[in-house]
């Protein structure tokens, strides 16, 4: 048995054999739709939710798995055999050493925080990233992802000085922040910024004429006439790629993966495969970040609480939580009793960021500011300077300030809304962990809603439960503390 593999583009692989050893490799290959339990299909019986990156009719596999194919021919005895293409190298690679690399950057004079060096785990990175031009990179938040992406866009530039770079960020705020990044990276080395990179973004030109192009995916497939038009995130994102035939370098940065299979399957294809560059743990204990103390506190309702909520679906629970004024005030309390920059963090812009901020205000003399979807970029920024500066207390929807965004100065994160996502939460955490002078510490408080009745766990309470199984996994230190929550239910 032999499989033959055909590099067609940078997007796709062509892969052919036998039908057995085909359906074989489309097994391989498949994972569960997630939530497909609930789809129209599935509950017709026209589709049992499976969904495989190898199609069996075109016969393409995405580039980025092709480790997992030959994984994939080794464990089942099949040849794998390389069919040359003329214009597709199937397995290109920089042949460059990690001292090649580490002399590259050394040369390159990156202007870090107080005279600091790209440190020894950035530059493994950079090279894993150089050298195989495919990959996903899982580094947490204060790692310095920005870092090791410019360093990495350096070198492809300066190997080929009319590359065509896009650099996609999850939001406009972190167009401006990446811009901004690679100025005072560049403030001693003498690279124009200005020359050689765009921003795009709703009313920035969409005429692309520089090398490197910052924008969010949701500006760029306007530009591309919007390849999946009404589709979900990661489809639009797929489309866009799948668009980059010519893309030899296809590099992701993340802070964690979703632990769901398709993410994990989804994203190799797209990217390359998983690399773990460092550990949030790891950070902390080699002092690279701030130490970080993890306090919870369980919120004990009354049992008649329990008795109202237990037959309550998640949305209505969710709500009820939300207007609950006894527990804002509770987040107020402990938002105003925080020392140094504090960020507090919901769902809901509408229903609990607006009326939180306006609380909080009524509370303290520190400066209340707030964040979130129907705030301008540029308001968002000024506000992240201000948080630098001064003890101000932020509120914020997790949409808008869990992610990417830098504020060394902030001390103290609340989690005011429920959450379960191990990429959310750890996001989140990451908000507080850079480092700032006098600063040897960030303070998680965590809210647990406890309105379990007999053996029933209500829903907040179950995802607090996940947050606990996060942190002992990431080996993260941590307090539980029990109160008491006299409120009526009235």
């Not at 100025?183 to 080395?189: C, K, V």
């Not at 390359?272 to 130490?291: A, F, M, N, R």
């Not at 002078?437 to 829903?459: A, H, T």
Request: hydrophobic share 40%; net charge positive; glycine share 6%.
């Amino acid at each position: 048995m032999n499989l033959t593999v055909e590099k067609i583009n940078e997007a796709f692989l062509k892969v052919m054999g036998d039908f057995s050893t085909e359906q074989d490799l489309k097994t391989y290959f498949t994972y569960k739709a997630p939530g497909y339990r609930y789809h129209p299909k599935f509950k017709s019986g026209l589709w049992n939710g499976d969904v495989s990156l190898y199609n069996q009719r075109t016969k393409l596999l995405p580039t980025g798995l092709l480790n997992r194919l030959a994984t994939f021919c080794k464990e089942s005895g099949v040849e794998l055999i390389d069919k040359p293409n003329d214009n597709f190298v199937l397995n290109d690679r920089n042949d460059v050493t990690v001292e090649e690399v580490a002399e590259y950057i050394d040369l390159l004079d990156v202007s870090l925080p107080n005279n600091g060096k790209v440190r020894e785990y950035q530059i493994d990175a950079i090279h894993k990233a150089i050298s195989s031009k495919k990959i996903t990179l899982i580094s947490p938040t204060s790692s310095g992802k920005s870092v090791i992406l410019y360093c990495i866009i350096r070198y492809i530039l300066d190997q080929n000085p009319h590359a065509k770079i896009i650099l996609m960020v999850p939001t406009v705020q972190l167009v401006n922040q990446m811009y901004s990044d690679f100025q005072e990276y560049s403030a001693t080395n003498g690279f124009d910024v200005t020359k050689y990179t765009q921003k795009l973004f709703s009313g920035q030109s969409k005429e692309l004429t520089k090398n490197i192009l910052i924008t969010t995916w949701q500006s760029l497939k306007n530009v591309v006439k919007d390849p999946v038009a009404g589709g979900k995130i990661m489809a639009e994102i797929q489309a866009l790629l799948e668009k980059c035939k010519n893309a030899s370098y296809r590099i992701g940065t993340t802070g964690t993966l979703d632990n769901e299979k398709v993410h994990q399957l989804m994203i190799e294809g797209l990217l390359g495969p998983v690399y773990q560059v460092i550990t949030t743990k790891e950070l902390i204990d080699s002092k690279q970040v701030s130490g970080l103390d993890i306090k919870m506190f369980s919120l004990k309702y009354p049992e008649e609480f329990g008795k109202v909520l237990k037959k309550t679906s998640y949305a209505d629970e969710v709500e009820f939580l939300v207007n609950l004024n006894a527990r804002n005030e509770f987040i107020a309390k402990m938002a105003c009793a925080t020392k140094g920059a504090t960020l507090v963090l919901v769902n809901n812009r509408e229903s609990h960021a607006k009326p939180l901020a306006e609380l909080i205000r009524t509370k303290t003399d520190k400066s209340v500011y707030y964040v979130a979807g129907d705030v301008t970029p540029e308001k968002r920024e000024a506000i992240r300077k201000i948080a630098n500066m001064e003890d101000c207390i932020i509120v914020a929807t997790y949409a808008t300030l869990s992610t990417g965004v830098n504020i060394p100065n902030l001390r103290n994160v609340i989690f005011g809304s429920p959450s379960k996502s191990p990429v959310r939460v750890l996001q989140s955490i990451g908000r507080g962990l850079r480092l700032a002078d006098g600063k040897d510490k960030m303070v998680l408080i965590d809210i647990i809603d406890d309105i379990r009745f007999k053996s029933r766990e209500n829903f907040a309470y179950q995802h607090a439960l996940e947050r606990i199984s996060i942190y002992r996994k990431e080996k993260f230190e941590m307090t539980i503390r029990e109160i008491p929550f006299n409120v009526s239910i009235l």
